[in-house]
């Protein structure tokens, strides 16, 4: 997989895409991600990519034409007229608050495209024919204002990278994970058994794969339950374990998730 983050910021991706599980899927060859700078398709002496808003108000627009240019650079320009069909392979997303609400369905279908071109919206906005015309799809990490798109974009790439085959030490890890089984996740513990009088749960410590398994997925629930219920709503057509608390049925997340919901915000 191929992923372009395209932006006025580049350096900012550096430490992320360097460190960590990204770094090292870099260095094994499961992804190339590569930081690039808007400002090489400016045409003026200045490099200048943003302008003065038709009809005025606050702030700067990110100009169109710079843009574009960047697109046909990188093979994510819509063949034929701007109304046609993207390359095959190639998938370009507008980072924007008004797109669509980033989940892990999301991550899971960003991460089967072979090239993935991030465009990273700064200043007050992006000139609205970009996303009319030049992308093919608007998407938001949650309800709040970021300084810049490139922030989101990091984001959005390590959710999907991770995703990718052998990136992972563990197999199961991505599929075990919150969210992706559309709960948030159990809890985790390791040594020492006893911490200033705190006990690791008797069932962990039983050897029993069974108890083992069934506990997790009840407290998977409950911590749901308890902290996003809203998830609970789109858990359907699959019976989930055979907790006698909650039996709720199972689809994406965020399918007409409210506007006035959470952004999640996974800690690990």
Known sequence: MKIQILTIFPELCQAVCDTSILGRARRSGAVEIEALDLRRWATDKHRTT????????????????????????????????LG???????????????????????????????HLV?????????????????????????????TNGVLAACVVTDAVVRLLPG??????????????????????????ETFEGWRVP???????????????????????????PDLLD??????IGRSPKINKRRATPYENTPPESQALDKHK
């Open 50 to 81: 943003d302008d003065e808003p038709y009809g005025g108000g606050p702030g700067m627009v990110m100009k169109i034409a710079p843009i574009h240019a960047a697109l046909k650079d990188l093979g994510g320009e819509l063949e034929g007229d």
């Open 84 to 114: 046609g069909e993207r390359g095959e392979g190639t998938r370009v997303v507008l980072m924007s608050p008004q797109g669509a609400r980033f989940d892990q369905r999301m991550a899971e279908r960003l991460s089967e495209v072979e």
């Open 118 to 146: 991030l465009l990273c919206g700064h200043y007050e906005g992006v000139d609205q024919r970009v996303a009319d015309h030049l992308v093919d799809e608007e998407i938001s990490i949650g309800d709040y204002v970021l």
């Open 167 to 192: 990136v992972l030490g563990d197999a199961d890890s991505a599929v075990e994970e919150s969210f992706s089984t559309g709960l948030l996740d159990y809890p985790h513990y390791t040594r020492p």
């Open 202 to 228: 008797e069932v962990l410590l039983s050897g029993n794969h069974a108890a083992i398994a069934r506990w997790r997925r009840e407290e998977a629930l409950r911590i749901t339950a308890e902290r996003r």
């Open 234 to 239: 789109f858990l359907q057509n699959l019976e």
